[in-house]
């Protein structure tokens, strides 16, 4: 008996703090292999502000100074530099990785640019590691196809969300054969709105005037 609860205790939290392994298909999607941080120079490709419109994307967001906003796969901080300053000094911007070369790259931006307001954050595949209730909007560009353990990544960011706190996904369009893009680096509205509904979000508002990609904004369903 003594050996059984001494097994226990032992395996239990090992166990525990293992990863799920990850999906390669979810809801009838296969997911995306994720971009290698080698390739982070195509994400400050000139032809980009073309191609996604960022400026735009970011105005339709409403991000107003004191929020507190999340750029999920941030990447080396093409939006995260900018939403830092749409945020304001009494705003904070959590920038959240799963690969840590991308903290560095994102970190050594941050550090040219003198921010304060910018917490960077190594996450891991199935946990962001963002504190609970803390953000009003999470936004994911060109991310959420990538993730290999959506539930638990979805699970994760709507605890981190305030109570009217809003998840934004921007995907290329699945719809449009004129966009450029690997077909598992796209969404259908369909197939995203499938996957949100099933996890506990709701549909608020759209905005179809980008170039590329769609740009959805999801509430947490069940929320008074
Ligand atoms: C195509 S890049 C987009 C980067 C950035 N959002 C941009 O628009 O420039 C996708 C990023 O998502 C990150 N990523 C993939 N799965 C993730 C996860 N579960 N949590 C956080 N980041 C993740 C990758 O490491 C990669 O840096």
């Known amino acids: ?17 293992q990863e799920a392994p990850g999906l390669n298909e979810y809801m009838g999607r296969e997911i995306a292999r994720t ?21 735009r994307m970011r105005e339709q967001l409403q991000v107003k100074p004191g929020m507190t906003v999340c750029d999920m796969g941030c990447g080396n901080g093409y939006h995260t530099l900018p939403l830092a300053e749409m945020v304001g000094e ?3 911007v959590y920038a959240v990785d799963v690969q840590p070369e991308m903290i560095v790259m994102l970190k050594q931006n941050i550090e040219r640019k003198k921010l304060k307001n910018i917490e960077p ?3 891991l595949c199935h946990d962001p590691k963002l504190p609970p209730d803390s953000c009003d909007m999470i936004l994911l560009v060109d991310v959420y196809h990538e993730f290999s353990h959506p539930v638990q990544m979805l699970m994760s960011m709507r605890a981190a969300l305030k109570k009217d706190g809003l998840l934004v996904l921007v995907e290329f369009r699945a719809e449009d054969d ?8 796209k969404m259908s509205k369909a197939q995203i709105n499938k996957e949100m509904d099933a996890n506990g979000f709701t549909l608020k508002r759209e905005f179809d005037g980008l170039p590329w990609q769609h740009l959805m904004f999801f509430g947490k369903n069940g929320v008074k």
């Open 90 to 92: 009494k705003g904070k």
């Open 1 to 17: 008996m003594r050996l059984l609860t001494f097994l226990i205790i032992l395996v239990v939290p090992c166990l525990r703090a």
């Open 121 to 123: 954050i190594t996450g």
């Open 178 to 185: 004129t966009v450029p893009i690997r077909p598992e680096h």
């Open 35 to 55: 971009m290698h941080w080698k390739g982070a120079e195509w994400l400050i490709r000139r032809v980009r502000e073309q191609e996604e419109g960022p400026v």
